[in-house]
């Protein structure tokens, strides 16, 4: 059932029944154009009208109601007849006669005169009062009216069925309207749904009970005593976007659509024995024509030991009602007018259906509409698109509901509103309701706050921001590790800026580039292909836009080939903040988005500016700090070396020792001639060619490196002391820098040195005054230690450089080179003698400076 005033110029018709009754036409159609109807039903707002249209919203109650079908019908019947102004009202149904196979209408229930008549076999309907062919027309669904007597009779189908007629009998005189027919006609289609039944209560699983409640046009379900949905009708399913079978068994307010569940709360608003019917009444949508009432009519379900057994549910649309109800609370335009006139203020009077009746001078100023333009228009003009007014509707209607006096106040601060132009301001919203005679007015008032909340907004949003900075502070400054302080840093970047992720790249000034360092909301498989960024690129942006500034094409100029199907994936950057630690590009702080785009306000560059600020002392701390730790640790790992190399220096003292005396028991063995005493000397030098090596390594910051070249120069300086040739040789050692290597190289070396020096001091110089010995010792790439040695004295001749040398010390040039892994060359030069070394890679050779 349906029923509603005519709204704007929709044709919506006034009556009607979609309870299956075939036979019953199109109402809209019959009451023509939308403009006809509505002119019509503005005639027809009479009391008589409002008491119809109360009848069929409580009629489905009358239907849903639990207790006999007699009962049941009578009361329809009795209600019928009192609001139509009736002098008699009754049911006929159809009745088969069994002698001639026909039809005739009986009558079943009969209202006369207040008093309802006991349910019996009855009359039969006398049609003397109707037109002839009145049965025909009843039984093709067609209302017939009397010709000279004031009677109405209405058919009343169920489905398709023809089931009877009922039948209305004015005093004399009395006329029939079109809305009364129609409204007569809506309550026969009601009607129908109760006579079908015979028994009081139905079963929801039974055919009769699904027969009627399928054909109503208002959602309907039963429920379990726990709430669960026992039955639901199609339009219940309808309302729920489910299908039936899917309704079954579950809790009721699980189905329900949000902004309808929201208005209920199981079980506390469930009937009981002491309250059996519960009725709830409430608003969904939004305002103007999207708003819609309801109201839910719950019902105990009893078995027959009086225990409750279930629930059933009914929904009603109200909404037309509640408008009618609004609209005969108009005030009066006129008498505010005068007072709305004179204030400085915009006031703005609207009555209940949210429709402008009044627009001051103040008004058409602040929102650039005369008044021409307002009046007659909704409320919701006033306000931008999508914003929710309601709750100050809400509130003047719930305080008019609590109120007993004849004016009511309400104030609501930072209410938006939108200008003629689209522009919107905040404003002040006071709102006085009014009362004059038995109606409410709403009046109102506008007070503009746009340099008020301005200020505010500033106020505030620079506290945010300041408790914002304050807080990453905070969080930045409690991480030590570096990583940490970057994972914080680009997360809270992100989150204060509602970013999807971030990236901080880190200045590597190597390479002239900043590197991304790590990154937050970056998909892990997108993180290898954020690329570097050029800082000529970076720096020209900062010269030319500031420390803050939006890098749309940044992927394009960084001039990094992309792979091939990872473009479309690449994190784009939407802006980038600058790093800087005492003038110096440390690094930048960039907010990215895979594809997107978005423009900032100055206020969040201003705040990313900050934290980007932020950044840079607690990156540089935690630099500090990592560079501190990991001097601790080298100056611990170089403590715990000199302590084990300690103990192998005096291992190897002991080694070298055993390695002097088998040196002196060689040099014994070839003793044959006064020539003893020089064999010693040659066995000490190359003892104290070991002892230099041990004295380095016990002097050096580090226990198993030898500065090669340094060594030299002392080797060298003491053979020379050693012959006494101070004054007449030179001796220069070049080094490439300062050239390392290990203990176990150096020893080998050293004896290697010892002899070619000594082999010069003794014969390369013969026959002359003055001598030189050139010692050029460099580290290639590959690691290889070159050691070039030259002398300018007399030579080697060629027996002695192409034959296996004869005497010791060349026997252990030779040996010592091959126990190093090495190769050693001897040749002529021009003049003297060129000897050049050649160790291979060794880990521990290396630079000093490279630790």
Known sequence: ?????????????????????????????????????????????????????????????????????????????????????????????????????????????????????????????????????????????????????????????????????????????????????????????????????????????????????????????????????????????????????????????????????????????????????????????????????????????????????????????????KRWEVRNRRMNDQRLALLADAASDAIVVIDDFGSITYWNCAAGDLFGYPAKEMVGRDVSILFPPGYFYHPYVEGVRQAVAAASGRVLRLRFSDVMFARKQGSVFPADLSIAAVRTGDEWYSVGIIHDTTVQRAREQALHEEMERTGTLLRIASRLSGSIALDAVLDALCEEAARALRAPAAVVFLSDTCRDLLVPARSFGVPEDARDYVPCVPLEIYERELSNQGSVFVIGDLVSRTGEVIREGHLEDLPRTLVSAAIFHEGTLIGSLNLVAPGASRSFSPEELALLKGIADQAALAIVNARLFEERRAYERRLQASLEEKTALLKEVHHRVKNNMQVISSLLSLQGRLIENAAARECIRESGNRVKSLVLVHEDLYRSESFSAVDIGAYTRRLAGDLVLSYDLQDSVSVAVETAGGVTVSGDTAIPIGLILNELISNSLKHGFAGRDRGAIVVRIALLPDCCLTIDYRDDGVGMSPEIIDQPPATLGLQLVRVLAAQVGGTIDFRRGDPGTVVEIIVPDNPANGRKDRG
């Open 1 to 321: 059932m349906q029923g509603c005033l005519i709204e704007g110029d929709g044709a919506v018709p006034v009556f009607g029944w979609a309870g299956g009754c075939s036979g019953f036409p199109d109402l809209s159609r019959r009451w023509g154009e939308p403009e006809m109807m509505t002119r019509t039903m503005r005639r027809r707002t009479s009391p008589r009208l409002r008491a119809y249209m109360q009848f069929l919203a409580d009629a489905t109650e009358i239907v849903s109601c639990g207790g006999e079908e007699d009962g049941r019908i009578q009361t329809f019947i009795r209600r019928l007849g009192r609001t139509a102004g009736a002098s008699s009202a009754c049911f006929a149904e159809i009745v088969r006669i069994p002698e001639t196979g026909g039809v005739c209408l009986r009558v079943r229930y009969e209202w006369v005169d207040g008093e309802g008549q006991p349910r019996g076999e009855g009359r039969s309907l006398s049609c003397g009062a109707l037109p002839p062919g009145s049965a025909e027309e009843l039984a093709a669904g067609r209302p017939v009216v009397g010709l000279s007597t004031p009677a109405l009779a209405v058919p009343v189908f169920f489905g398709s069925g023809f089931q009877g007629a009922l039948v209305l009998y004015g005093p004399e005189g009395r006329a029939w309207h079109r809305f009364e027919i129609d409204a007569v006609w809506a309550a026969a289609g009601i009607l129908g749904s109760i006579a079908i039944s015979r028994s009081g209560e139905l079963d929801p699983a039974g055919s009769p009970y699904r027969v009627i409640v399928e054909d109503l046009t208002d959602p309907l379900c039963r429920l379990s005593p726990d709430g669960r949905i026992v039955y639901a009708n199609r339009l219940f399913c309808s309302l729920c976007s489910r299908r039936p079978d899917e309704m079954v068994g579950m809790p009721v307010l699980s189905v329900l659509p949000p902004d309808i569940a929201k208005n209920f709360s199981v079980p506390a608003d469930l009937p009981g024995t002491e309250n059996p019917v519960v009725t709830h009444e409430f608003r969904v949508g939004g305002g103007g024509s999207a708003e819609r009432w309801y109201r839910s009519v719950c019902r105990v379900v009893l078995n027959g030991g009086g225990a409750v057994c279930g629930y059933q549910v009914v929904g009603h649309d109200i909404t037309e009602r």
